[in-house]
C-alpha cells in the first residue's frame, strides 16, 4: 500500500446523507474480476438522472477528495466502492460518520475517512463550491484558505498503516508463531470445531 | 479470564483473539469463511500473485450465488447450458478454477448444495454457534441466528482470511435489542427486523454489534432468527446475534458438516455457555413493545423508511431532521409517491420471493399459504419465487409449493440471489414497483429505477393476490 500524508485539492460537494454502495458502485459493475476501471461506473445513477450533477462539474474532474452527508458508504459490503473512488481520483472522504465495513475497504485501500460533526462537513461542503481543502493525517487536521481547521480522530493503528504504508496480510504473517499456538490449542480443545469441511489442510 | 460479567458478544470475541496490540487492535481467529463469486476474485489473484496459499481450506466454502442466473442450469440432456452474459460467465468460471486451485470445498451451479451463502452455511452445518463468520457480503450477519458473531468483509480482507485466518479488529460496542411481550398472529420475524430498523435508524447500530433479546425470539423457530439477524446490517450493525438454545442444537444436529458422534456432547456443551451473563452491560440498550408491530411496509428509498401496512406515506416535513427531511423528498421523488397516500393502495406490478433474508422452506411455506387456490393479479407483470438453495427448492417440491406457485401464475426458480441486487439478469424494470422479500431499498438496488417496497413472504404473496401493497390478514382471516 502507498503511503499516505496529505491529501490536498478541490473536494467535491455532495452532502447527501445514507449514500449507500448501491448508489456509489451499482452492481452490474460487480461483474469484473480486477480492481480497475470502477470509476467509469462511480454515481451511474446520480450521472444518469441529472446532466448537472457535481461530478460531472469540470471544475471537479480529478478532485482528490469527497464531502458528504451522514452514514457514508451504508449498505452492502463491496470493496468495488472503494475501488471505484479511487479509480475516480478520490483520496479522502470527509462525512459525519461512515459505515464500519466501507471504512475498513477504504482504509485498505488507502482512501482516508474523515469523521467530522455536522457543523463541520456543512461549512466544508461550501468552501468546496469554490476552494481546495487540505487534509493532513499526521496533524489529523482538515484546513482551508479561508483559516477554517478542524481536527479529527482515527484509530491509531490505522493510522501507522496508512503513514508507514504497511501491507496487512504481510504484517500479520509475522504474527505465525501466535496464530500457530492459537490453531494448536484449537485442534486440541475443539477438534469438531477445528474440522471445518473435512478437506485436506 | 476475567470475572466481569460479559455479554454474548464479548464472550465469543475474547475466546477468539490471539494477540491484544497495545493500541487495542487484536488479532482474531476467524472459524468459518464462505466465499462467492463477486467478492472473491481478485482476492484470489493477490494470493497468486504474491505466491500465498490458502491456510486454512477445511474453514472456507465457496458457492456461487450473485451473479448465477435462475434459469435452468443443465438441458434435458443433463449438460450444463452456458451463461449468456460474457462477464458473468468469466466470474462464475474464476471462481470454479480458484476453489481447486486453493484446495477449497465447492458447490457448483448445479449441486443440491448450491445454494445462497447464507443459505447454505446453516443447512450444511458449516455455520455454528460461538463461531467467528465472515463472508464478502454485508448480510453475513444472518449466521448470528445461530448464536455465531459473523460480519460481512470487503475483497481485502477476504484476501486477509484466506492468507492468515485471522483479521485485525477492534472489539465492537454491544447494543441490546430487547423485544419485550408477543407478536401479534400474522407478524413475522420480517415485520419485526423492519420495525427495529424503523425504531433504531439504518445508521442506529454503527460500530455495535446487537444482540436480539427476549421472550419473543426464545419462541421464534431458526429460521426466522436468521431473517431477524440477517437486517442487522441494515440499522448499521456489523453483527447481530441471538443466544443458542436447545432449538439451535436440534436444527445444527445430523447436518453435513455439524460436529458427530462423540464430539457432538463436547459441542453441545460448549455451546450451553454461550449467553449473556445476566450482570452484562451492554453500550446501548433498545426495548421495543412487541405489541406495537404489525405487518411491515417500505415507503422509501432506505430500510429505515418503514411503516405499518395500515399507514400512509409520510410528509417529509414531519421528520424533526433537516436532512432526514430532504432525504425524504428524495425518496419520494424517486419511488414517485404522494405524501399522505395508504400504503394498501399502492399498487405494484412486480413480486420478488427469495433473497438471503427470506428463502428458507419457512418463508416459501407461509408465501404458499396465502397463494393456495389463488391467482395472481392483473396487476402483476412479473412474479418471480428463488429458492435459496436446492435442498430448499427439493423439499419446497416435496411438499408442492411449487405447484402452488406457478399456478398462482409465479415463476419457479433456480437458487441464487437474484433479483435482491440485480446483478444476474432478475430485474424489476424501471418506473415500475416490486414487493420484495429482499433487505434493501436502495435507489437501483433491483435494476436502475425499480422501485422496491420490502415485505414479508406472506405480504408479498398478497400483493401478488391483490396487485397491491395489502395487509395479508386480510386474505388469511378466518371468514366471521
Known amino acids: 500500500m502507498a503511503k499516505v500524508s496529505t491529501v490536498e485539492g478541490r473536494a467535491i460537494p455532495y452532502g447527501r446523507k445514507n449514500i449507500d454502495t448501491d448508489l456509489i458502485i451499482p452492481a452490474h459493475w460487480l461483474k469484473t474480476v480486477s480492481r480497475e476501471g470502477l470509476g467509469q461506473g462511480a454515481f451511474e445513477a446520480v450521472r444518469a438522472d441529472n446532466p448537472d450533477n457535481v461530478f460531472d462539474q469540470p471544475q471537479f474532474a480529478g478532485a482528490p477528495i469527497l464531502v458528504a452527508g451522514d452514514n457514508f458508504g451504508c449498505g452492502s459490503s463491496r470493496e468495488h466502492a472503494a475501488w471505484a473512488l479511487l479509480d475516480m481520483g478520490i483520496r479522502a472522504v470527509v462525512a459525519p460518520s461512515f459505515s464500519d465495513i466501507f471504512a475498513g475497504n477504504a482504509f485498505k485501500n488507502g482512501i482516508l475517512t474523515v469523521a467530522l460533526p455536522q457543523e463541520a462537513v456543512d461549512r466544508l461542503l461550501e468552501v468546496a463550491q469554490t476552494d481546495p481543502i487540505t487534509i493532513d493525517l499526521e496533524a489529523q487536521s482538515v484546513t482551508t484558505p479561508f483559516q477554517d481547521r478542524f481536527t479529527f480522530e482515527i484509530d491509531p493503528f490505522r493510522k501507522h498503516c496508512l503513514v508507514e504504508g504497511l501491507d496487512e496480510v504481510g504484517l500479520t504473517l509475522t504474527r505465525e508463531d501466535a496464530i500457530s499456538r492459537y490453531e494448536n490449542r484449537l485442534a486440541a480443545d475443539k477438534p469438531w470445531l477445528a474440522r471445518g469441511t473435512g478437506v485436506a489442510a | ?388 438453495s436446492g435442498l430448499v427448492k427439493l423439499q419446497a417440491e416435496a411438499e408442492g409449493l411449487d405447484k402452488v406457485f406457478i399456478d398462482a401464475g409465479l415463476e419457479w426458480r433456480e437458487p441464487g440471489c437474484s433479483a435482491c441486487l440485480g446483478m444476474n439478469p432478475d430485474k424489476v424494470p424501471a418506473g415500475e414497483r416490486s414487493a420484495s422479500t429482499s433487505n434493501r431499498n436502495f435507489v437501483g438496488r433491483q435494476g436502475p429505477g425499480a422501485r422496491t417496497h420490502l415485505v414479508s413472504p406472506a405480504m408479498a404473496a398478497a400483493a401478488a393476490v391483490t396487485g397491491r401493497l395489502t395487509d395479508v390478514r386480510e386474505l388469511t382471516r378466518e371468514p366471521a
Open chain 2, 1 to 388: 479470564m476475567s470475572s466481569k460479567p460479559r455479554t454474548l458478544y464479548e464472550k465469543i470475541f475474547d475466546a477468539h483473539v490471539i494477540e491484544r496490540r497495545d493500541d487495542g487492535t487484536c488479532l482474531v481467529f476467524i472459524d468459518r469463511h464462505l466465499v462467492h463469486e463477486v467478492t472473491s476474485p481478485q482476492a484470489f489473484e493477490a494470493l497468486r500473485m504474491k505466491g500465498r496459499k490458502v491456510r486454512h481450506p477445511e474453514l472456507t466454502l465457496a458457492v456461487p450465488d450473485h451473479n448465477l442466473p435462475t434459469t435452468a442450469r443443465v438441458d434435458e440432456d443433463g449438460n450444463r447450458i452456458p451463461i449468456a452474459d460474457k462477464e458473468s460467465r468469466d466470474q462464475l468460471a474464476a471462481l470454479e478454477r480458484n476453489a481447486p486451485e486453493f484446495g477449497v470445498r465447492y458447490f457448483d451451479a448445479t449441486a443440491s448444495q448450491q445454494g445462497i451463502v447464507h443459505v447454505v452455511g446453516p443447512e450444511q452445518g458449516f455455520s455454528l454457534p460461538g463461531t467467528t463468520i465472515v463472508c464478502g457480503d454485508s448480510h453475513t450477519a444472518c449466521h448470528g441466528g445461530l448464536g455465531a458473531w459473523a460480519f460481512g468483509i470487503g475483497t481485502s480482507e477476504v484476501e486477509h482470511v484466506l492468507a492468515t485466518q485471522t483479521l485485525l479488529l477492534r472489539p465492537s460496542k454491544t447494543m441490546e435489542v430487547r423485544v419485550e411481550g408477543d407478536l401479534a398472529p400474522g407478524v413475522t420475524p420480517k415485520d419485526l427486523i423492519m420495525h427495529i430498523i424503523g425504531v433504531i435508524g439504518t445508521a442506529g447500530g454503527t460500530g455495535h454489534v446487537i444482540e436480539y433479546r427476549g421472550k419473543v425470539f426464545e419462541e421464534m423457530s431458526i429460521e426466522g432468527r436468521l431473517t431477524v439477524c440477517n437486517m442487522s446490517i441494515e440499522g448499521g450493525a456489523r453483527g447481530g446475534l441471538i443466544a443458542p438454545d436447545q432449538k439451535t442444537f436440534d436444527y445444527i444436529k445430523g447436518r453435513p458438516f455439524a460436529p458427530k458422534d462423540g464430539e457432538w456432547d463436547a459441542a453441545v456443551a460448549y455451546w450451553k455457555t454461550l449467553y449473556s451473563d445476566p450482570d452484562a452491560v451492554f453500550d446501548q440498550s433498545v426495548v421495543i413493545d412487541a405489541a406495537e408491530v404489525e405487518p411491515s411496509v417500505t415507503w422509501g428509498t432506505s430500510p429505515e423508511d418503514v411503516v405499518p401496512i395500515g399507514g400512509v406515506v409520510p410528509d417529509p416535513a414531519s421528520f424533526a431532521d433537516p436532512s432526514k427531511q430532504e432525504a425524504a423528498r428524495a425518496s419520494l421523488e424517486y419511488m414517485d409517491l404522494a405524501p399522505g397516500t395508504p400504503m394498501t393502495e399502492v399498487e405494484v406490478q412486480n413480486v420478488f420471493i427469495g433473497s438471503c433474508t427470506n428463502s428458507r422452506i419457512e418463508d416459501l411455506r407461509a408465501a404458499a399459504e396465502v397463494l393456495r387456490g389463488r391467482k395472481k393479479h392483473a396487476n402483476i407483470k412479473w412474479g418471480i419465487v428463488v429458492p435459496g
